[in-house]
């Protein structure tokens, strides 16, 4: 007998992309809607997909108070952890040793980082910003002369670290250090290939017109002294070298995992051989691990959690579509392609114009409009983020003359002395820009203090 509307629990293990979009898009398309409930270790969701801003100085990594995120949505956050799984009992075990029964349950734990290359500053987001730092300050005080970023083969999510490369080589033409150089090696056939042969084009002009040595093709084989030995036998010098990690998960026990400890699933996220249980995003067997992908499964397994409730409601089978925000120094530029298509360029587009809205730099369905929402303290209800033409009207020259409006006006609250209404501008700009330039990083902190020393 189907478990009544009102009695039915999703338990969603994970507060990150996954889990968040997950909770957001159950509340959306269940009936009812269920008891949700988020197991989730931490108290905050930061968005570490701008790390590689912060070794530059350029914006802030925001944070978000995670069971007011939870809260807001609907949910209930337990802190805690999923320590196993009884799926023949429908019970998950905490790491606090609380049995918490479910009718669903989406696992959305996410996925831990281990070094690839031996000898190189593995790049694991905001724990390695510290290291980054201290490789770029020995450039700046002519320690080194070069620097190498590697993608190892078995990383397929390499975006990370082509802004690291065009952050990098800004920054030197920023303080005017001609001198130095940079490399960038990856096992891909071309640049971000993922995303079709136009896109390709457009990086490697990118990389090409900011000065990164691009070698692509040929993975990253070693770190010798003062040196990046390649799988093609060539050698580049280069005193320091940053790499990607590779994934993996952790053994969760009473759960199915493959290689690597990633778990298989079909297309609407459903655990193979487990009744009632999904797997979204990094933890799950796609092997592109990337935060709009995350999120695009986790609405797949709701649609799916949805369908259990109500039998009416239609299932939507996981489609990837790959959407990059690329940080590239000056302004960034988005990159859409639909995986499914035997021809990459088909119904591919980048633009240095945004081409879904929000402009999130991870564009989950629904995660995205509520972190903007919270973000600008709007907390307004807004529509799902969707794909825009990149033929449309919002061009972008447009585009920049609305960052260069926010940005005016927070100058004239500032001069006006409403620092709150300044401040409610920047957010406004870097939601477009999705980094401040650093100029306005300075600006936001004179501004937070004189907010605060009003306030006393
Ligand atoms: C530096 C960097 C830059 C990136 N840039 C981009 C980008 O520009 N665009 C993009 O789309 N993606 C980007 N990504 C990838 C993106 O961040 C991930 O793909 C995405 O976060 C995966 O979402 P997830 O929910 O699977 O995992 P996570 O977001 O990592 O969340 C996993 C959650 O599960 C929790 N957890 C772990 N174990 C347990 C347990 N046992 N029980 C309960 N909870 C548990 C964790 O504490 C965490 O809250 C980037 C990643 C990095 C590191």
Redesign the pocket.
């Known amino acids: 007998m189907p478990t009544p509307i009102d009695a039915f629990r999703v338990l969603i ?9 997950g909770l957001l898009a159950i509340r959306e398309l269940a009936a009812g809607p269920p008891h949700v409930e988020v ?4 108290t905050e ?1 930061s968005y ?5 801003a912060e070794p530059f100085s350029l914006g802030e990594i925001a944070r978000f108070d ?1 069971t007011e995120l939870i809260e807001g949505a609907g949910g209930v956050h337990r802190l ?4 196993e799984v009884r799926a023949a009992e429908q019970v998950a075990v ?2 606090a040793g609380a049995e918490v029964s479910y009718d669903a349950l989406l696992l ?4 831990g ?1 281990r070094e690839a290359l031996p000898g190189a500053i593995t ?4 724990a ?1 910003n510290t290291e980054v730092h201290e490789a770029i300050l020995a450039l700046d005080r002519e320690q080194i002369s070069s620097l190498g970023f590697a993608v190892p083969a078995t990383v397929r ?1 390499a ?2 670290l082509y ?1 690291l490369a065009l952050l990098a080589a800004a920054h030197l033409a920023d303080i005017g250090d001609a001198g130095k150089e940079l490399h960038l090696v990856t096992a891909e056939p071309q640049p971000l290939a993922l995303f079709g042969a136009r896109a390709s084009q457009t990086v490697r002009a990118l990389l090409d017109e900011a000065g990164v040595s691009l070698h692509a093709g040929v993975a990253p084989a070693r770190v010798e002294l003062g040196g990046l030995a390649l799988m093609n036998g060539e050698r580049i010098e280069c005193e320091r070298v940053i790499a990607l990690p590779e994934l993996e998960v ?1 053994p ?1 026990p009473g759960v199915p995992q493959g290689p690597h400890g990633f778990i298989g699933t079909d297309m609407v996220m459903r655990v193979d051989g487990l009744r009632g249980v999904f797997c ?5 067997w796609f092997p592109i ?7 695009q499964q ?1 609405d797949a397994a709701a649609s799916a959690i949805a369908a259990e409730i109500d039998p009416e409601a239609e299932e939507r089978p996981f489609r990837p579509v790959l ?5 590239t120094g000056s302004g960034p530029h988005y990159l859409r392609a639909a995986l499914g298509h035997p021809d990459r360029d088909h119904d591919a587009a980048s633009s240095a114009a945004p081409l879904w809205w929000p402009p999130a ?3 989950g369905r629904y995660l995205a409009p509520y972190i903007a929402a919270r973000a600008s303290e709007t907390n307004q209800p807004s529509p799902p983020l969707g794909d825009l033409d990149p033929e449309g009207p919002r061009g972008a020259e447009e585009h920049r003359e609305a960052i260069a409006m926010a940005l005016a006006g927070a100058d004239a609250d500032a001069a006006a002395g409403d620092h709150r209404n300044a401040l409610r501008w920047l957010a406004v700009a870097e939601q477009l820009e999705l980094t401040l330039p650093a100029e306005y990083s300075l600006k936001r902190e004179q501004w937070r203090r004189a907010l605060g020393d009003a306030a006393c």
């Not at 805690?80 to 320590?83: I, P, Q, R, W």
């Open positions: 293990a994970g507060g990150g992309v996954a889990g968040l979009e197991l989730a270790p931490e969701f570490r997909q701008l790390a590689v995670l805690d952890s999923l320590a905490t790491a959305a734990v996410g996925a980082s790049y694991r987001g905001l390695s999510w975006l990370p802004e952790r969760i979204a995003g990094d933890a799950a691990k990337q935060g709009g992908l995350a999120a986790a959407r990059a925000a690329m940080l730099k991870v564009a």
